[in-house]
């Protein structure tokens, strides 16, 4: 091991890891003022508080009160759901926020931090019993009346943020490797801010950030796996609630294999549907900011089985200067990790099928001077976070207008550091 190497391993931990944060730089869509993404917010959302949702399955500390719950990296056998308070600018009004918020030069930075989490409800611990009929095993009606009220608390809780949002869309987020509870709500909170607040933002927290290197990597990875199955409850269940209009989906790091493999699960329990009411039938945009996952895994479990064509569409962000990618490349001796993939990568004919698919959009960024392990980009780079916004927000496809990306021969688009001041693409 090279003393390089372990200089990084010194540094994978994550930059958000405390209860405060430094809003993200101001998207370069905003920068010169052109576009208030704040003009049309409802009255009942200006202010700099915002109400993030949240589902875990992490333990929660001993002793801590549902009115303000701390939550840990020990394991929890069932989902516990509520509202995370987040407060935007310390002392700001909403007019000093939407102003520092669309500025590139803050003269001061604005403070992210947590006022409080409040824990609506839990599911019960799962312990479900099962029934053979037909040659099927069922959960008998017993299990499954144990689990309807909190299950009604849950959509009471999604369906009221809903009624109040003009847009009923949910924006889903799901944290990477060593990010703590407060990360990953953080991160959730910073980009719905800047998706002009629209929607209901909510945030998926696995078990995460035990600490250590290389435990601290297996421990996650195996938490990741142990989530599964209540990310696919807690899927589920937004797939019922009323007036619901789409899903879309923001995966970083490890929590890509996390939700690709609930979203694989779901999409083979449901018979590979991919309308009606099932969860594939409300998904919309699915984002894979650097992913890390093992290039040839996705392939053989996803790509054959048709998993990638299941989104409205798939927005793929990587990155070869993504230096925690590169070790986690390193650690499980990948072939290649999907974070860090390039054309040159990939064989003839699966670029050809990638041409042959415009709703898969693979976003080679090459952007720097935005932090020293390069694994946050795709919000804290303001020429990515201003792509992120016309995919999620805008709808709008890569090589458009409103996304002026260059595509390379290969069929890879290049955001450079430039964007969205780039020349727009050859006609």
Known sequence: MTARVLRWMLVLAPLLASCTVSLMATPRIYETGETDPFASVPPSLQSRYAGILYATDRGAEEGTPESNRKYG???????????????????????????????????????????????FGKMPETTYEFDKSGGVLQVTPTARESTESAERLFLDMVEHRLAASPRKDIYFFVHGYNNTFEDGVFVAAQVWHFLGREGVPFAYSWPAGSGGFLRGYTHDRESGEFSVFHLKQVLRLLTRAKGLNKIHVIAHSRGTDVFMTALRELFLEDG??????CFAGRLGTVV???????????????????????PTRLVVYVSEGDRAIGIS??????????GRLQSADLPPETLERMRQFDR????????????????????????????LIRALRDQKAAGSPERPLLRDEDSFWILDNDYPRSAPPKP
């Open 73 to 119: 990296w020990d394991r929890d056998r069932s989902f516990a759901f509520g509202e995370c308070g987040v407060e935007f600018g310390v002392g700001m009004t909403w007019e000093e926020l939407v102003r520092d918020s669309r500025s590139s030069s803050r003269k001061n930075p604005i403070l992210v931090s947590l006022d409080r989490v409040t824990e």
């Open 272 to 277: 590979k549907k991919l309308t009606g009411d």
């Open 288 to 310: 894979l900011a650097a992913p890390d996952i093992d290039f040839d895994v996705l392939t053989s479990r996803m790509v054959f089985e048709g998993l990638l064509l299941v």
């Open 329 to 338: 490349n390193w650690l499980f001796s990948s072939l290649k990790r999907l």
């Open 360 to 387: 898969i959009e693979v976003i080679d960024a090459r952007v720097h001077g935005f932090s020293s392990f390069g694994h946050n980009y795709f919000y804290a780079h303001p020429a990515v976070s201003s792509d």
